[in-house]
Structures are given as structure tokens and as C-alpha cells.
């Protein structure tokens, strides 16, 4: 039997996967929670709870909560981006936009306590899946505009994955199904970090959004 992991196999484990580790490290960066900080407050203590951007959109207004989202979405893209530009291995691929989402959701600098996903989840899926995250972003704008629930966007959203590529791939005749794998993934990871959100629907406390609003569940 072999023993432990040599160090020139770890070396050259680590020289292939690195974009994963990095894209760990960069989702796990709390934007949402140091914006609040820049404005004296611990988001954490306002409106949700939550570090994401509709939490800070609603609590700090427009400006900051937009600066929020757009580096949320770029945390989760650019670590993939360079997976990409580094190799043609889709497992890095996956492994790297995996990695970006669970660190946002569970980011070490917060206690594993983190945001729910879906700006990152969006960013980090985009260079993989184009087309099912642009239906998915419509589906986000169009049930938003429909219910005023960003949860229920969100759902929807993370639904339109899967479905989205499923189709593509019964019209193409191909199923790559690590690929497919990894849509369910994200799309079950979405809505388990929205379980809370689920159950106040049921009960018909969930919050629509309005911006500035103190009181309204995040899903970002």
C-alpha cells in the first residue's frame, strides 16, 4: 500500500488546482460585510442579517448595493476565467466555480457565515454555462417584477439551470453529465440556502423587496 502524499505529488496537485484554492479565498472576500463597515455599521446588524447585496442595496441605498453585486458577480467569474485561460480540464472548471460559491456562502472570514449565493453563483457559472445563466437572469427580472420576491426570483433563477440545459442538451442529442451534474448542484445549493425564505413564504411572512427597507430577507 501506498503511503502518504509525497511532497513533490502535493506540489504538482497544487500546481494543477490552484484556481480552485484561489477561487475559495477570493468568494470568500465579504464585500457586503466591509461596505458596511466603510459606513460605520456592521451589516450583519441591519435589515436581514445577511452580507449580500440585497441586503445592502436595502440598507446603505442604490449606489453601494449595485457596487456590491457587481463585485460579488466578479468574484465568482474571474477565479474561472483563469481556470479556464490555465487549462482545458473542465473537472478545474467546476471544481474552481464550486469553490468561489462555497466561499461566499461559507466565508472563513465570518465564521463560515455567509451570503446566500446567487450574485457569485451567477458570476461563477457564466464562463461555464452561457446560455443557461442568461435565461436564468431573465427568469430572475421577470419574477421579480411579477412577485417583488427577491427569493422567489432567486428560486426561479437557480431552477432555470438545469431546466435550461437539459433542453439544450435534447435539442443538441448530448448529455454531458458532469456538467448537467454541476447545474443541479448549484440549483439545489440555491434553494437550500433559501429554505428559510421557503418557509416564511408558506406562512406568508416573506418581505417584498423595496430598496432601504430594514426588515426585508436577503437573497444575494
Sequence with gaps: MRG?????ESSEILSQWWPALLAYVVGATPFGFLAGKLKGIDIREHGSGNIGATNVLRTLGKPIGITVLVLDVFKGMIPVIIAKMMSDNSALHIATAITAILGHNYTF?????????IATTAGAVIPILTVPILVAIAVWVIFLKLTRYVSVASIAAAVAI???LSIQNLVSGQWEWVIFGFAVFVCLLAIWKHRANIQRLR????????AKSSSSETSS
Design 4 to 8: 502518504a502524499i509525497s511532497m513533490s
Design 109 to 117: 472570514w465570518l465564521k463560515f457565515k455567509g451570503g446566500k449565493g
Design 162 to 164: 438545469p431546466l435550461t
Design 203 to 210: 406562512r406568508g411572512e416573506e418581505n417584498r423587496f423595496a
